[in-house]
């Protein structure tokens, strides 16, 4: 293999796909990137085992073929190059040849046929939604995703689709955040995966606020193609809580209260918390809610907002 391109181009697909590699892989391979070239482009992929990414960079194909190199080291010798073209070629017993302007480094790499390949996904029919609306889903939801390992089924996100309502609901057992949203497209299958937050995580760090993610779901994987990065992932496999249970009915009167005062009016009774002492107090009048907090031997808080409130006086 022998391709040419710009520093910065192979910057910007390195830092795609390298979050997921951890430099104390069970497996010296999963350690190391995979580049490949296909047609006029490379491909760019890392794995752990349980995500996949993959991007495709531009470049000028000298010869083609397929290496793996160490990922933490290639990506450091890469952004110390100076800037302009460099040349990447494979020499005789997996040595990688890294060239930029006066400066070359040579690496010891692994061959292809030792990287996991790619999961397949065949026949199955794309899912497609707004890139912005997607983000805002996972915004409002992988907050409340739980990082207890002992309850593995909460640790992702639940994702569900039915007709044109595509769902998205998170909970670590205290709190819970579901959202909704419609599809442009009602989808023909009922559907409903388990998401790992790592893979949530590099979902939302690659999205943008335009275009359109589209994804395909399989027997225990997912894929998701954000602008032509692929993100592979296994789902969670387990029986997720049914929340619709422990959701509220609506009920009147309610309070209602400005969103940025009553977030403000929270965030300074919590400069009072302990990790022994969380809780803050709410007290509901008819034209007010008091939001007060009391930590022993730190000290108290007390602080008013207007409100509009139609029912008996309450303490929460």
């Known amino acids: 293999m022998k391709i040419k391109l710009e520093k910065e181009q192979m910057v910007a697909g390195i830092q795609i796909v390298q979050n997921i590699v951890s430099s104390k892989a069970t497996l010296p391979i999963l350690s190391n990137m995979l580049l490949e070239t296909r047609g006029s482009k490379v491909n760019l992929n890392t794995t752990d085992l349980d995500i996949v990414i993959s991007c495709e960079i531009p470049v000028e194909i000298i010869e083609e073929g397929a290496i793996t190199i160490p990922a933490k080291r290639f990506s450091d010798i890469v952004r110390e190059l100076p800037a302009g073209e460099i040349i990447i070629s494979t020499k005789k017993n997996n040595q990688v040849d890294i060239e930029g302007n006066k ?103 690659n999205l943008t606020d335009e275009g359109n993610i589209s994804f395909i779901t399989g027997t ?74 009391t930590t022993p031997d730190v000290g108290e808080s007390r602080e008013e907002i207007a409100a509009e409130y139609g029912g008996k006086e309450m303490i929460v």
């Open 103 to 205: 400066c070359r480094f040579k690496l010891t790499g692994l061959p292809k046929e030792e990287f996991p390949k790619f999961p397949e996904f065949k026949d199955k029919e794309v899912i497609k939604i707004s890139q912005s609306i997607f983000k805002e889903m996972i915004r409002l939801t992988s907050f409340a995703v739980s990082h207890e390992e002992s309850r593995y089924v909460l640790n992702g996100i639940l994702l569900e689709i039915s007709g044109e309502t595509i769902r998205m609901v998170a909970t670590d057992g205290r709190r819970l955040a579901k959202i909704e949203r419609k599809l442009e497209t009602p989808f023909k299958k009922d559907v409903a995966v388990i998401i790992p937050l790592k893979a949530i995580q590099e979902i939302f760090r």
């Open 220 to 293: 225990n994987q997912v894929l998701f193609d954000i602008n032509g990065t692929l993100i592979a992932s296994r789902i969670i496999e387990g029986e997720f809580p049914n929340y619709s249970q422990v959701i509220p009915k609506p009920v009147s009167p309610k309070v209602k209260v400005s969103t940025e005062a009553f977030l403000s009016a929270i965030r300074r009774a919590n400069l009072l918390s302990t990790p022994d002492f969380q809780a803050i107090k709410f007290e509901v009048f008819t034209d007010k809610l008091v939001i007060s907090k």
